[in-house]
């Protein structure tokens, strides 16, 4: 079965830092895979996402994030964080095969941001 | 932003008692879905929907029901509420691609007293 584990429940950085948020996947084939971003009392908007081509993709607000087939991984990653990033993190996947998809998501991780 | 909307946004309800939940969209999408959000296990798909009176189960749908009449409106109900199922709940919608980019909306926080 597919999952998704993201291994940093919490994380703190400095404002100004750069940022790298861990996500791996288990899935046998290439998966779809995305970056949502959660802010305090709000739904989830879409930050980026990766299906095929390109193994380094670009999302909103200065965000990227790379798929790494050998490593099963999809970091997301932003070089300079500001105040209003903190958020929540999720990592999502879908498997690519036709029919019965299931978005899956991870666990989450929460960012906060220190002056 | 998807025109999504959730009613109510805030609900405190004691055991053993009905609710339903409604999401409405105005982006004339397909693909409709209900999750819960608990710390600790992200968001978990209770019931999803992929046309007018077309649904089918998630992951945690027991002590769930669905029902989609219009293209625009996803209701949500607990037949019988339980403490187990106090959460955040989304709905979220998708276009032709099915599972795939999925906009939400802002939630609903259920408190089951």
């Given at each position: ?5 993201q291994p940093d429940i919490h994380i ?104 | ?12 309800t004691e055991t053993g008692t009905p ?95």
């Amino acid at each position: 079965a597919q999952s998704v584990t993201q291994p940093d429940i919490h994380i703190t950085v400095s404002e100004g830092a750069s940022l790298e948020l861990r996500c791996n996947y288990s899935y046998g084939a290439t998966p779809y895979l995305f970056w949502y971003v959660q802010s305090p009392g709000q739904g989830l908007q879409l930050l980026l996402k990766y299906f095929s081509g390109d193994t380094l993709v670009q999302g909103i607000k200065g965000f990227e994030a790379e798929f790494k087939r050998s490593q099963s991984s999809f970091n997301l990653r932003k070089p300079s964080v500001h105040w209003s990033d903190a958020a929540e993190y999720f990592c999502a996947v879908v498997k690519s095969n036709f029919g019965n998809e299931k978005l899956t998501f991870g666990t989450g991780t929460r960012l906060t941001i220190i002056p | 932003d998807a025109g999504i909307t959730q009613s109510p946004r805030h609900k405190v309800t004691e055991t053993g008692t009905p609710v339903t939940l409604r999401c409405h969209q105005t982006e004339n999408h397909r693909y409709m879905y209900w999750y819960r959000q608990d710390p600790g296990h992200g968001l978990r798909l209770i019931h999803y929907s992929y046309g007018v009176k077309d649904t089918d189960k998630g992951e945690v749908s027991d002590g769930y029901s669905v029902s989609r009449s219009k293209t625009e409106d996803f209701l949500l109900t607990l037949e019988s509420a339980t403490s187990s199922q106090t959460s955040v709940y989304f709905c979220a919608i998708s276009g032709t691609q099915g599972f795939y980019e999925q906009y939400f909306g802002p939630g609903t926080r259920l408190t089951v007293t």
